[in-house]
T-cell receptor, first 114, second 116 residues
Framework: DADVTQTPRNRITKTGKRIMLECSQT?????MYWYRQDPGLGLRLIYY???????NKGEISDGYSVSRQAQAKFSLSLESAIPNQTALYFC?????????????FGPGTRLTVL | AQSVTQLGSHVSVSEGALVLLRCNYS??????LFWYVQYPNQGLQLLLK??????LVKGINGFEAEFKKSETSFHLTKPSAHMSDAAEYFC??????????????FGKGTKLTVNP
């Protein structure tokens, strides 16, 4: 079973629609992240959360919002989707408490905004 | 602010040949450096990382990388390429003061093709 899961894996939506991408983890990690990947641009950080009450903007947060419902769940919302938000979205987790500094990635959600 | 430059968006090698993927970084504090691999239709997987100590770091699948502070480089190598190494590779540097991977800054990636 995957430690970091993302739903849905693929989503096609229309401009102006609200959409939520969900991430769940069974690793017991305290820190969670949302990235987007665009061809030729690598991964860019959207939001990150160090614990349930600590949420921070990343490099490209405009047009996105997040919710950390529990330690294991971190959702990304697009309030009004636009075509340039078409991308591959990744959730990641890490655990600072054990001295680890590695981020573990989910399988990704491919989002297309028409 | 930290940044990462990966030289060459596409690299092609023959099976059995040396793999060399280049990464240069910019950081105002001692960096933590990472290489991740992304196989088609999958998420990113950690190959190796440098935090402190030995500058030659060995990772999974026969890959290794050497941290060279004077050259601000962290190039990834593998002596003999295998068909299964075909993937996209990302170099990353931590951006929190003092290191740590809480905020990773990624390079744009290098797609490796292995020819039979």
């Amino acid at each position: 079973d995957a430690d970091v899961t993302q739903t849905p894996r693929n989503r096609i939506t229309k401009t102006g629609k609200r959409i939520m991408l969900e991430c769940s983890q069974t690793k017991g990690h305290d820190r969670m992240y949302w990235y987007r990947q665009d061809p030729g641009l690598g991964l860019r950080l959207i939001y990150y959360s160090f614990d349930v009450k600590d949420i921070n903007k990343g490099e490209i947060s405009d047009g996105y919002s997040v919710s950390r419902q529990a330690q294991a769940k971190f959702s990304l919302s697009l309030e009004s989707a636009i075509p340039n938000q078409t991308a591959l979205y990744f959730c990641a987790t890490s655990d600072r408490r054990g001295g680890s500094d590695t981020q573990y990635f989910g399988p990704g959600t491919r989002l297309t905004v028409l | 602010a930290q940044s990462v430059t990966q030289l060459g968006s596409h690299v092609s090698v023959s099976e059995g040949a040396l793999v060399l993927l280049r990464c240069n970084y910019s950081s105002s504090v001692p960096p933590y450096l990472f290489w991740y691999v992304q196989y088609p239709n999958q998420g990113l997987q950690l190959l190796l990382k440098y935090t402190t100590g030995a500058t030659l770091v060995k990772g999974i699948n026969g890959f290794e990388a050497e941290f060279k502070k004077s050259e601000t480089s962290f190039h990834l190598t593998k002596p003999s390429a295998h068909m299964s190494d075909a993937a996209e590779y990302f170099c990353a540097v931590s951006s929190m003061p003092g290191g740590g991977s809480e905020k990773l800054v990624f390079g744009k990636g290098t797609k490796l093709t292995v020819n039979p």
